[in-house]
C-alpha cells in the first residue's frame, strides 16, 4: 500500500468484494500486505487470538473468515458460548444495501464478548461480565453464492476490536 494511504474498508466493501469473491474463489481486492486469515474466532478469547500485524485494519480492528459447516450454517442465534465468554448480540441482523441499487448484498450483526465468571450465588445472566471487545458479524446474502457451493456450508467475515474497557457491569436480560 502507499505510503499516507489508509485501508478502512466500508460494509459493502467487506461483503461485495472481500466475501463475494471469497466464496467465488476469485482474486481478493485488498492490499497487498493486508490479510484477512481463516480462522475460528469461537475457538478462543478475543484476546488470545493469533493477531498478526497484516491482518490490522486502519481503524486497530482485524477480520477472520470463518468457515461454518453443517448445521451451524444459516444459524442466526443471538448467543454464541466462545472459550472463556461468550458473544452476545447487540441487535438483529442489518441489510447491507449496495450503492448502486442492486439487490441486498449481506448482512451484519454486532456482538460483544462477555466474560464467563464462576459464580454459583449469581443467575446465569448475572455471571457475565462485559468486556470492551466487540465484533461484526458478516453474512453474504444467499443469493450470493454460486450454484455449486455446498448448501451445508457458509463463510461469515468477523471484524473484531477492542473498545472501551467496562468494568463490573453485568448482563441483564428483560
Excluded at 478475543?46 to 444459524?75: M, N, Q, T
Aim: net charge neutral; charged share 35%; glycine share 6%.
Amino acid at each position: 500500500m502507499w505510503v499516507g494511504c489508509r485501508f478502512t474498508p466500508t460494509d459493502e466493501l467487506l461483503v461485495c468484494d472481500f466475501l463475494f469473491n471469497k466464496v467465488r474463489g476469485l482474486l481478493l481486492r485488498v492490499p497487498s500486505d493486508f490479510v484477512i486469515p481463516e480462522l475460528d474466532v469461537y475457538d478462543k478469547a478475543p484476546w488470545d487470538l493469533d493477531i498478526r500485524p497484516a491482518y490490522f485494519l486502519d481503524d486497530e480492528s482485524y477480520c477472520f473468515v470463518r468457515v461454518c459447516r453443517s448445521k451451524e450454517a444459516g444459524d442466526e442465534r443471538s448467543e454464541r458460548k466462545a472459550r472463556g465468554g461468550t458473544w452476545i448480540a447487540l441487535d438483529k441482523p442489518h441489510e447491507i444495501q449496495r450503492e448502486d441499487g442492486r439487490p441486498v448484498a449481506g448482512s451484519r450483526r454486532s456482538f460483544k464478548f462477555f466474560v464467563d465468571i464462576d459464580d454459583p450465588t449469581k443467575s446465569e445472566e448475572g455471571r457475565r461480565v462485559a468486556t470492551g471487545w466487540m465484533m461484526h458479524k458478516y453474512r453474504l446474502h444467499p443469493s450470493m453464492y454460486p450454484p455449486h457451493y455446498k448448501e451445508d456450508e457458509e463463510m461469515i467475515l468477523c471484524r473484531i476490536w477492542q473498545g472501551k474497557q467496562i468494568r463490573g457491569l453485568t448482563l441483564h436480560r428483560h
